[in-house]
């Protein structure tokens, strides 16, 4: 591995010991409060006040492209793109990069702080690329239910329809489910865990990341209830063509969403908090 490139603007780069955090989940998931709160720890730092969409990482590197550059697709679309999916296979997997992405994101965080968190959704389906360049980093991944999910990216892309919608969260997921094997340290958790019991959620954060005393939580506020309730009103909507949508997606994917805990016949349930997508020994 090659000496870290100094970041331009700081002349600092991390030093040895100092941990890199990684962050994803599909957009709406909870990526942002979860990186919020993460960072109001003493010991993190994370981006914030970049001018960056939603202090994302991959808007503050020159490595890879972004996942909407190299997928020509958004929010709700873009995992099913197979360029979405990177791995230790790729090209840019160098430790020349690694060096890029240190100076570039260096300038962003408070070095003086020993865990150093980067937060972009795409994470999710990027992790072995990540790791390669990062053997020593640590993965995040928030889950949120797949219809809550579904219909607050609608609102981004009207015209993308609700299964592709859904078809997007599940192949997502099943890539993540395929990496996980590969992945030294990866935890997951929901989004549905961190607003109802944040103490316990982020106590797991916490051990999983070594950090001395509690995560604040202050910050995670729940914000399904309006998808939730739209949900329902679909499944009673006096429209009959409303109605066999909606009994047609939960055909469609009801068996693939209590795959990772969730159902679509019943909006309330919820993985466990003792969550792991790692093949069965």
């Known amino acids: 591995m090659t000496d870290p490139v100094t970041d331009a603007a700081s002349g600092r780069v991390p030093r040895p010991g100092q941990r890199f955090v990684f962050i994803g989940g599909l957009h709406r998931s909870g990526t942002t409060p979860l990186a919020r709160t993460l960072a109001a720890h003493p010991q993190v730092s994370g981006f914030h006040d970049t001018g960056a969409k939603e202090d994302e990482g991959q808007y503050l590197q020159s490595v890879y492209p972004t996942a909407a550059d190299r997928t020509r697709s958004g929010p709700g679309r873009f995992a099913l793109s197979p360029a979405a999916h990177i791995t230790e296979t790729s090209p840019l997997a160098d430790p020349a990069n690694r060096d890029r992405l240190i100076a570039d994101w260096s300038r962003y965080w408070d070095l003086d702080r020993e865990f150093l968190v980067e937060k972009s959704p795409a994470n999710l389906v990027m992790t072995r690329f990540l790791q390669k360049l990062f053997p020593e980093a640590r993965f995040i991944v928030i889950m949120r239910h797949p219809a809550i999910v579904t219909l607050s990216t609608k609102k981004w892309a009207p015209r993308t329809r609700l299964s592709t919608l859904f078809e997007n969260w599940f192949r997502a997921h099943d890539l993540l489910r395929q990496d996980a094997a590969h992945i030294e340290h990866l935890h997951v958790l929901t989004y549905e865990s961190l607003v109802r019991d944040p103490g316990e959620t982020l106590d797991r954060v916490r051990d999983f990341l070594g950090l001395s005393g509690p995560i604040p939580a202050e910050a995670v ?32 994917f009801e068996d693939r969403a209590n795959a990772y805990g969730y159902s679509l016949t019943d909006i309330d349930r919820v993985p466990p908090i003792d969550l792991s997508l790692r093949p069965a020994a």
């Not at 939730?228 to 009103?233: G, V």
């Not at 066999?244 to 469609?252: H, K, Q, T, V, Y």
């Open 221 to 252: 506020r729940d914000r399904s209830g309006g998808y939730r309730d739209r949900w329902l009103r679909l499944a009673e909507a006096g429209d009959p063509f409303t109605r066999r949508r909606f009994r047609r997606l939960c055909e469609r």
